[in-house]
Each structure stands twice: as structure tokens, then as C-alpha cells.
């Protein structure tokens, strides 16, 4: 069942809801309302992946409704199609200039009502998988910078609101460019995969947040966690690393260490992120200029 796409249907005559849920219970999860209030309710707790919305309702209008869900930032991009027994042409371009998808006209006739559902639910799902793709780094299967600068905003925003702390780390590959001259562009990448692998199974919480920053470099970001809580994870992270043997293609074995910087903050209003995440690059920079295959943290 948590498999199923979602679909609330929302019409304040019961025939039409049993219908419709009869129709489209076997292939979909199904919510139902039988006016506004109530489908406000139902889409702000489960966010339904299509609504199929009556046009002419007693207490609130379709098109009323329709345009509170297309002037909310949680709704706006939950697809709608309109149920109606309206057939002018006018009231069809009504609709669709507010925002609605679709049309399914009453009477309804089952093999039309499947046919517009799929479709609509098809390019919900296909519109997920363009959007998980491009948050995610193409060679190492982690998140990439886009999906990073998305999620380092949310965890301040979360981090000024609850006072909380938050750390970055920031990783490089010591020495990767003299790796990849002596070994190959081909086993760079696979000492790029293995160290996304590495960050992976390093992490144990479902909040923290492994990033591929560019190029040979990472970034992890730790919620709810001071420089006391971030500095084990780190050294965990570099010592796993150390210890991974990395195979090569002629039968030998290589083994490639990482530097780390960290820095800690409870953010303020007043604090910058840009601010936030150069003193980890500065953490960064003086692991490299130290020794290398180290974690250093800021003061």
C-alpha cells in the first residue's frame, strides 16, 4: 500500500466518490473529502500526488478551491483535475487558466477515468525521477552541490529557529591529481565511488548529509551536533578511509587517505552560511598544509 500513488478525491456528491473510489482503489491510495475544509486537512497531512476536484460545490467552488491550492507553496505543484458535468468550452479554459491539468466529464466512462488518472500519475512520477536525478552526483550515487545547498539551507533554517548546533565537514583526496596521473582517470573515479561508499556507512544518523562538493572534494553536514559530537565522526570518517584497500586493475592494491576540515555554529540571523562553510574550507586548508590525511576543526 505505501507504495501506491496517492489520489484525493474531493466532490460533495457520495455516489460520485464511491464510484470513483471503486474504480481507482485497486491500483491507487485513495483520500476522500466531500468539501474544502476537509480536503485542505487531508492535503496539508498526506500531500496526495493528484486531485480529482469537483467544479460545483456548495460551500466552496472548485475554482475557489483550485486557486488556494496553486497560491500555497506546500499545494501548488499537486496536479488537479477537474470532475464536472460542465461541457462549455468557456468554463473548460476557466479551468485551466487556473492552474487544473485536466478535464473529466460526467457521465463518467470507466476506461476515460483510468486513461486521464494514469497519465497524470505517469508524469508525477516521471517528473520525481528528473528531479531525484538531478540531485544526485551522476559518478558517485551521492547527493551533488545543487542537492547540497538545498539541504544546508534547510538545516540553518532549523538550526537558528531551535538554537541548535550544526557542523560541516569538508573532505579532500590528498594528493589525487599525482593518483589519477599514475594510475588513471578510470581508477580516480573508482577511488571517488569508494569514498562516497566510505561516507555512507560512516554516518549513522538518517539526518546527516553526505555531499559530492566537486571534483574530488565532499562535504558532510552534521544536524544537531557540537564540535564534541562532530570531531569523532570525522576522525571515524579518515580512519575508515586510511584502512580501505582499494583494488587496481593490474592485481595490486592502493590505498588513498582524505583531509577533513570542521566547523561547528549555532547560527544567528545574523550569521551568513557563506561565512559558515568558508571556515570549513579554512579547517580544510590547514589539515592539507599540516600533513595531510588529518582532521583539523576551527577555534
Known amino acids: ?126 517528473m520525481r525521477t528528473i528531479e531525484r536525478l ?48 599514475t594510475y588513471g582517470h578510470q581508477q580516480g573515479d573508482l577511488v571517488l565511488q569508494i569514498i562516497a561508499d566510505v561516507l555512507k556507512k560512516s554516518l549513522m544518523r538518517s539526518t546527516d548529509f553526505a555531499a559530492r562538493w566537486g571534483g574530488e572534494e565532499f562535504a558532510v553536514l552534521l544536524p544537531m551536533t557540537d564540535m564534541c559530537g562532530a570531531l569523532p565522526i570525522a576522525e571515524n570518517i579518515r580512519a575508515n578511509m586510511e584502512s580501505t584497500v582499494i583494488p587496481c586493475p593490474d592485481g595490486t592494491s592502493t590505498v588513498v587517505t582524505v583531509s577533513i576540515g570542521v566547523h561547528s555554529q549555532t547560527p544567528s540571523q545574523n550569521d551568513s552560511i557563506d561565512n559558515f562553510i568558508s571556515k570549513a574550507d579554512n579547517a580544510l586548508y590547514t589539515a592539507k598544509k599540516t600533513g595531510r590525511n588529518r582532521v583539523c576543526n576551527t577555534l
Open 134 to 181: 538531478s540531485m544526485l552526483d551522476q559518478l558517485t550515487n551521492i547527493a551533488n552541490r545543487r542537492s547540497f545547498n538545498q539541504r544546508v539551507n534547510l538545516a540553518w533554517r532549523m538550526a537558528v529557529r531551535a538554537r541548535s548546533a550544526l557542523s560541516l565537514m569538508m573532505i579532500d583526496v590528498d594528493k589525487f591529481k599525482m593518483y589519477n596521473d
Open 1 to 126: 500500500m505505501a507504495d501506491k500513488n496517492s489520489i484525493l478525491i474531493v466532490d460533495d456528491d457520495k455516489a460520485n466518490i464511491v464510484y470513483l473510489n471503486h474504480l481507482l482503489s485497486a491500483d491507487y491510495m485513495i483520500y476522500t473529502a466531500r468539501g474544502a475544509k476537509e480536503a485542505f486537512k487531508i492535503v496539508d497531512k498526506h500531500g496526495p500526488d493528484l486531485i480529482l476536484l469537483d467544479v460545483i460545490m456548495p460551500e466552496m467552488s472548485g475554482y475557489e478551491v483550485i486557486s488556494i491550492l496553486k497560491g500555497s507553496e506546500a499545494s501548488k505543484d499537486i496536479p488537479v483535475v477537474f470532475i464536472t458535468g460542465l461541457s462549455d468550452a468557456d468554463d473548460e479554459m476557466k479551468g485551466l487558466n487556473l492552474g487544473a491539468e485536466d478535464y473529466i466529464i460526467k457521465p463518467f466512462h470507466d476506461a476515460i477515468v483510468k486513461l486521464r488518472v494514469r497519465n497524470q500519475i505517469k508524469m508525477v512520477n516521471q
